[in-house]
């Protein structure tokens, strides 16, 4: 079974600055997907970011980048010229690629990121 | 981008009622749908995944008579919490994937239960 490890519960960040949030998993898979997800205090679930695991380019999404290690199983996310709203809960998703496997998403336990005016 | 409907997003009800929450996806074909339970400050917990068409698989601890989930087409599926209980109170979250493994799963806005 796979499992998705975020070992900081709270982060604190002043604005503008950068701040990483840590992930890693364990898999035996070869093929899958990372996710970052975002949910601010409306509760909304908002995608943050998306890696496919063949690719060896680290995934972008204006102010947001990851660094993903494959081989030491690790996929961090990067936070630049944080704003106030990007305080949120963050939470690290790992889904299967493999045709007929379970595609459910598998979460970590999140991080709550506040933004310091 | 692709959207999911939620409703109700807040429902307030008194203990032994029963109470319907929908999912809908509004333009795309739903192939899965999963539905998750969130306690404050706290992660998705995965209740079941749902395939059209077919029985809902049920996450274990989860009890399948209490979470009644039903899938019967590409754009709708319904989780009923039967005889809803204080404990039961809970946030509420469904996601939808289509048949394209790559694309993301879309969530829905979530439903808040508050069993009286």
């Known amino acids: 079974a796979q499992t998705v490890t975020q070992s900081q519960p709270e982060m604190s960040v002043q604005e503008a600055e950068t701040v990483t949030l840590s992930c890693t998993y364990d898999?035996?898979?070869?093929?899958?997907?990372l996710f970052w997800y975002k949910q601010p205090p409306s509760r909304q679930m908002i995608l943050v970011i998306r890696q496919e695991a063949y690719k060896q380019q680290n995934a972008t999404e204006n102010r947001f980048s990851v660094n993903f290690q494959k081989a030491a199983k690790s996929f961090s996310l990067k936070i630049s010229d944080s704003q106030l709203g990007d305080a949120a809960m963050y939470f690290c998703?790992?889904?299967?690629?493999?045709?007929?496997?379970?595609?459910?998403?598998?979460f970590g336990k999140g991080i709550t990121l506040s933004v310091r005016p | 981008g692709a959207v999911v409907s939620q409703h109700p997003s807040w429902v307030i009800c008194k203990s032994g009622t029963s109470v319907k929450i929908e999912c809908r996806s509004l333009d795309f074909q739903a192939t899965t749908m999963f539905w998750y339970r969130q306690f404050p400050k706290q992660s998705l917990m995965l209740m079941a995944t749902?395939?059209?068409?077919?029985?809902?698989?049920?996450e274990q601890g989860v009890e399948k008579d209490k979470f009644l989930i039903n899938h019967a087409s590409l754009t709708l599926s319904t989780l009923t919490v039967t005889s809803a209980h204080p404990e039961d109170s809970s946030f509420y979250i469904c996601?939808?994937?289509?048949?394209?493994?790559?694309?993301?799963?879309?969530f829905g806005d979530g439903t808040r239960l508050s069993i009286l």
């Open positions: 996601s939808a994937s289509g048949r394209v493994r790559s694309q993301p799963q879309h």
């Open positions: 749902s395939n059209e068409g077919s029985k809902a698989t049920y």
């Open positions: 898999t035996s898979e070869s093929d899958y997907y």
């Open positions: 998703a790992y889904r299967s690629a493999i045709v007929g496997a379970n595609s459910k998403l598998t």
